[in-house]
């Protein structure tokens, strides 16, 4: 069954695989195959041969003895089109319906890929990991008794395929780490890490649900949605708002909202989009709006056969159903490379329009709009059907959202505490004085 998912990046986590239903291999690799001949926006497939790649990976996926063996065939396959959003989500061992609803409780900290390291950079407030004395900046070493690099060491064949496929397989890798770190709420993960002396340090964390308001799109994972509003004071003492939220779904609309209401007389507002990897595009014209007063494009999704224009719909009444006008104080978004897809088209129309300033690190590049589909051996094929340029004609796939100005997340940055993108953008809000836009 094919559901439209409009851009999301595949980030999404599934259950490691399980022994191989054999006959499904070759119908699994060719409704894939046939599904990208039929659908993709691009009929030259970004330069790529097709039926000569069916040719070559036909016979490795016939071969395949598992699922985890017939995955990599397909994704070492579809990392030939150099492009986002082509990704094989997992299904569950024990069910074709339900792909992550055993497995989605977490030890309350999150990672990064830096460089070569696997790094902390979040720890949920009294929450199980922090409980256990996990520190932002430890280096994560082992997750189930498996060494990180161990567990990394399969993405390689796909790293060296094509100029992108580095960034394709750091997203894997980070995907594959938290489906560990992931589990059933009444378990724990055993996890090792470096501190920042460099001494080893074993736990064994307790998973706990996600917070957040459980979504469900489709045949995809549950998603949990969750919106952070908070004020900040800048350097200069003045007060900021932080608004924030990890995934673009209907349920943000109305918390945003009241997040604005709250804001409007604050000396500017930062929007935190960093590892939020996209959603549901149509949302992102009435999250413009609230800060942009005219109805003008933020940019372009041009599918294979039509195109389909983005405008701004600006947001003149409050979550009270009071009238107000646009906030027209200083706004920053942060991204990092874990913001996709629809978060890349928002922060890069928003900045095509130049009614904001962008800080942290260049962006994931995945911002094609995408659809799923359920294949024959249960996984999900999450595939690229279009693409997406700003309304000054930047194209986002592969370039990401640059900011204007680069904040490196580094583990010295990380061990102090500091979040240095987010002091950036304070720091910038200052400066601004009393300009309205």
Same mark, same amino acid.
């Given at each position: ?29 060719? @409704? ?68 992550? @609803? ?25 929450? &199980? ?20 690099? #161990? ?38 993960? =055993? ?34 949605? $969750?919106?952070?509003? =908070? ?30 209401? $709250? ?33 003008? &494009? ?21 979550? @009270?159903? =009071? ?73 986002? #796939? ?40």
């Amino acid at each position: 069954m094919r559901r439209g998912l409009i851009v999301v990046a595949a980030l999404w986590l599934g259950v490691a695989g399980v022994r191989a239903d054999v006959p499904k291999a070759l119908e699994t690799f060719d @409704a894939a195959w046939t599904i990208v001949r039929d659908t993709h926006f691009d009929k030259t497939f970004n330069g790529v041969d097709w039926d000569a790649v069916k040719a070559e990976f036909r016979p490795k996926a016939a071969a395949a003895t598992t699922t985890a063996e017939l995955r990599t065939v397909l994704r070492i396959m579809l990392a030939r089109l150099g492009q986002s959003h082509f990704s094989i989500l997992p299904a569950t061992a024990d069910s074709a319906t339900k792909t992550a @609803a055993t497995g989605a409780a977490t030890p309350g900290f999150d990672v990064r890929l830096v460089g070569r390291d696997v790094l902390v950079t979040s720890v949920e407030a009294d929450g &199980p990991a922090a409980q256990a004395g996990v520190r932002m900046g430890w280096k994560l070493t082992s997750v189930g008794g498996k060494p990180i690099a #161990e567990m990394l060491a399969p993405l390689q064949e796909v790293a060296a395929v094509g100029t992108d496929a580095g960034r394709v397989a750091a997203l894997e890798a980070w995907r594959m780490i938290r489906a560990r770190l992931n589990g059933r709420s009444d378990s724990t993960v =055993e996890v090792t890490f470096e501190d920042g002396s460099g001494a080893t340090v074993n736990a064994s964390i307790p998973r706990t649900a996600e917070p957040g308001q459980p979504v469900t799109v489709g045949n995809l994972p549950t998603m949990y949605v $969750q919106v952070t509003n =908070e004020a900040r004071k800048t350097p200069a003492g003045q007060t900021a708002g932080f608004v924030g939220f990890n995934v673009w779904m209907t349920a943000v609309d109305r918390p945003f909202q009241q997040a604005i209401d $709250q804001h409007r007389s604050a000396a500017g507002i930062v929007v935190d989009l960093r590892g939020n990897p996209g959603g549901l595009a149509a949302m992102m014209m009435g999250i413009a709006g609230h800060f942009v007063p005219d109805a003008v &494009p933020l940019g372009v999704m041009k599918t294979r056969d039509n195109e389909l224009k983005f405008v701004v719909n600006p947001r003149r009444v409050s979550a @009270a159903g =009071e009238r107000v006008e646009t906030y027209a104080g200083p706004v920053a978004i942060l991204v990092d490379g874990l913001s996709g897809s629809a978060s890349e088209c928002f922060t890069g129309g928003m900045q095509s329009l130049k009614r904001v300033r962008v800080f942290g690190q260049r962006s994931m590049g995945a911002a094609l709009p995408s659809q799923f589909d359920r294949l024959p051996n249960g996984d999900v094929f999450i595939h690229a059907t279009g693409d997406f340029v700003t309304a000054d004609g930047t194209r986002l #796939e592969g370039r990401g959202v640059l900011p204007d100005q680069e904040v490196p997340l580094t583990r010295k940055s990380l061990l102090a505490g500091q979040d240095a993108a987010l002091q950036a953008a304070l720091a910038w809000i200052d400066s601004q004085g009393t300009k309205r836009w």
